[in-house]
């Protein structure tokens, strides 16, 4: 019996998401599957125009990669600890897309960048368990062997190894 892969009608059906809205920029992150078929979070920016009002239509949209994904778990789910910062650099076809996450104590500073354009957000902790479940849903999906306490440990690992100390502030 073969196994049809999935459309990405199917794809887009089955995606859980979360979005979050700040004053210049809105975010949304998404179960998604890369083009290997093991799930992944994808993450779209969009540019506020005005109260409330976000450009969707030139969102930037950022697919976090096999790497990438344990690193970014780990950052929401507060293993880096205040003032780590970590880069996901050179992606799309210029290879000038980048995500980045700073923790600054009460919050992370997410930001996703093309080019000169740059989309931040600032995200509380507390909504950081929305991100954080769609991340865990995607690594348990990738290993249905391991249990979630072992995935998040294996998460903190490589954060160490993926780790770029911020400067402190002056």
């Known amino acids: 019996m073969s196994q049809d892969r999935p459309t990405q009608q199917d794809r887009r059906a089955a995606q859980l998401q979360a979005k979050l809205f700040g004053s210049k920029s809105a975010f949304?992150?998404?179960?998604?599957?890369?083009?290997?078929?093991?799930?992944?979070?994808?993450?779209?920016?969009?540019t506020c125009t005005g109260p409330q009002t976000y450009d969707?239509?030139?969102?930037?949209?950022?697919?976090l990669t096999r790497r990438e994904l344990p690193v970014f778990t780990a950052m929401m789910a507060g293993y880096g600890g205040p003032n780590t910062l970590v880069e996901f650099l050179a992606h799309g076809p210029e290879k000038n897309k980048n995500l980045r996450v700073m923790d600054q104590g009460a919050s992370l500073l997410i930001s996703l960048r093309q080019g000169q354009r740059n989309n931040a957000l600032r995200m509380h902790l507390?909504?950081?368990?929305?991100?954080?479940?769609?991340?865990?849903?995607?690594?348990s999906?990738?290993?249905?062997?391991?249990?979630?306490?072992?995935?998040?440990e294996f998460c903190?690992?490589?954060?160490v190894v993926a780790h770029v100390p911020a400067k402190s502030p002056t």
């Open 28 to 46: 949304t992150f998404e179960t998604d599957c890369l083009k290997s078929s093991l799930a992944t979070v994808a993450v779209e920016a969009a």
């Open 141 to 152: 999906d990738n290993d249905p062997h391991l249990d979630q306490h072992t995935i998040l």
């Open 56 to 63: 969707w239509a030139d969102k930037l949209t950022f697919q």
């Open 156 to 159: 903190r690992r490589s954060l």
């Open 126 to 139: 507390a909504d950081t368990y929305q991100v954080l479940s769609l991340c865990m849903k995607a690594l």
